[in-house]
């Protein structure tokens, strides 16, 4: 399906960014907008009045923020005898699955828009709530057999100078190239660290009962339920007998539409007792869970150790 978008403003250059990222602005014919005499084209693609959009096509994502604008021209596409997508709605106009698309948005996000939180996540400070000698993420963290270790969502590696001398043999994992190949440099010539970048939902490259631990910080918080069930799964296949697995993840449910895009500190949907459910049913053994704040936010997140 090909689509106009409505509104050449942050919200819709964000859509056009994203769509050029995945190598998709084909599906783009053109951006609409009252300004368009002003802006004339965004990345080579035609930012046109919204009466001349009308016969390019019938299909129109409505990106803003402000659902009451956003249902306000929903409203105008449709009397003209169109077809209105909102923001909530991108992943029908691309004909993907939500849980897929939200990955795919997420990644874009880290990729493209975090640089200064990569930048403060590498800081002492940020650094000490998982390190520090009083930190519940340490305290299970020493738990774990680090003879052959995975990391994953290991970003730009900011964890890894404080465990790489206790590890035999480290694999990093991240959904995104630029994570790897960032790690890559930065570590280059280490020869105990393997790179591995993954699809943001297993390990199937991975061999089966091969490795004796796996943490995850900072990271599976913004997983969709989905996407941590069949982490969960693989995470058991790759483990060896008795390897340890420690999990930071979302505990908030207060709303079962939370998703990155629209949640506190961008969590999705889950909580401790779901996270255990699903760890217990691919065949983990459940050691300890430790619901904990988040940056003011009382419960919001959870420390999970399992055993294979």
Not at 209 to 238: G, P, W
Request: aromatic share 14%; proline share 1%; net charge negative.
């Amino acid at each position: 399906m090909k689509f106009v978008i409505y509104g050449a403003g942050g919200r819709g250059r964000w859509c056009l960014d994203f769509l050029i990222w995945r190598k998709m602005e084909d599906r783009v014919l053109a951006l609409c907008d009252r300004n368009c005499d002003r802006i004339g084209s965004i990345c080579g693609v035609p930012v046109i009045k919204y009466e001349e959009a009308k016969q390019l096509g019938n299909n129109f994502l409505i990106p803003f923020a402000d659902l009451k604008v956003a249902n306000e021209v929903l409203e105008i596409v449709r009397n003209d005898g169109c077809v209105g997508y909102l923001f909530d709605e991108f992943y029908k106009i691309l004909g993907e699955d939500q849980t897929s698309f939200l990955r795919e948005w997420c990644a874009y996000h880290h990729a493209k828009h975090n640089d200064e939180w990569f930048d403060a996540a590498e800081k002492n400070e940020a650094l000490e709530v998982f390190w520090g000698e009083n930190s519940p993420f340490y305290q299970k963290f020493c738990e774990l057999n680090l003879s052959n270790v995975i990391e994953l969502a290991c970003g730009r590696g900011r964890h890894l100078s404080r465990y790489i001398g206790d590890a035999e043999q480290i694999t990093l994992v991240d959904i995104l190239e630029e994570n790897i190949n960032y790690c890559q440099e930065r570590f280059k010539g280490n020869n105990k660290i393997v790179y591995y970048h993954n699809n943001g939902f297993n390990l199937e490259k991975l061999q089966d009962n091969s490795y004796t631990a796996l943490f995850t910080y900072d990271s599976m918080v913004h997983f969709e339920m989905m996407d941590v069930k069949e982490y969960l799964q693989d995470i058991y296949r790759v483990l060896r007998r008795g390897g340890k697995a420690l999990f930071h993840h979302s505990n908030y449910s207060a709303d079962y539409k939370a998703d990155f895009a629209h949640a506190p500190h961008a969590r999705c949907f889950m909580n401790k007792d779901l996270f255990a459910y699903l760890a217990n049913r691919v065949g983990f053994k459940i050691l300890s869970q430790e619901v904990i704040d988040w940056y003011g936010i009382s419960n919001l997140d959870c420390i999970t150790l399992v055993e294979k």
